[in-house]
């Protein structure tokens, strides 16, 4: 029986695991560099003011306005920017 006469391994052939302190910051950086690849395709997927649909944001500028939160200058404008006329007061 050969097995019995080869000395013992003093050493490990892979690493120590890990304590959960550290295994829990390693898994928050993996995660930060997955999120990371992600960030492109999220923003790029994301509608950007130009293709908003036009009536829906007339709307949200019109609740604004309503609540005071713009004045009329600032809806006449948003709404001639939205709608991509030249002059604002036209």
């Given at each position: 029986m050969l097995f019995l006469y080869r000395p013992r391994e003093t050493w490990m052939p892979f690493r120590m695991p890990r304590n959960l302190t550290q295994q829990r910051?390693?898994?928050?950086?993996?995660?930060?560099r997955f999120d990371?690849?992600?960030?492109?395709?999220?923003?790029?997927?994301?509608?950007?003011?130009?293709?908003?649909?036009?009536?829906?944001?007339?709307?949200?500028?019109?609740?604004?306005?309503?609540?005071?939160?713009?004045?009329?200058?600032?809806?006449?404008?948003?709404?001639s920017k939205l709608l991509g006329a030249d002059n604002p007061l036209a």
């Open positions: 910051a390693y898994n928050r950086q993996m995660q930060d990371q690849t992600r960030q492109h395709e999220s923003a790029a997927s994301m509608p950007d003011e130009a293709s908003r649909d036009p009536i829906s944001a007339l709307k949200e500028l019109a609740q604004l306005h309503d609540a005071g939160a713009l004045t009329d200058e600032e809806f006449t404008a948003a709404k």
